[in-house]
């Protein structure tokens, strides 16, 4: 995580150089990396999400992973799957025969 943190400090200086607006910039940074995180560490373990929305985010991270590795790679949402068109509705895609292919 330091080295985002350390860029997007250093991007934020040259733009608004502020001590109080870039340590805001990096607090709110290293949140949205620290849910990531979360997130992806749930969904690739045992573990059954208390609420709809975290069931449904583990799902749609694990089609990324076992039914095609082209499509689905949103973590937390799908707002820029949809906006890459990576997105797909899970039953008009057939399984991928490389989902399973660590390395390509
Ligand atoms: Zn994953």
Redesign the pocket.
Known sequence: MAPQLAITGALAWLVWPAIASVGTLLAGTAAAILYYEWV?FI??IPYKPRTAWGRWIKKY?LW??YKNERLWFG?TNPSFDIMMRSYAHVVDVSQSATVRNLNG
Request: hydrophobic fraction near 30%.
């Open positions: 992806h969904a690739h991270h990324h992973h973590v």
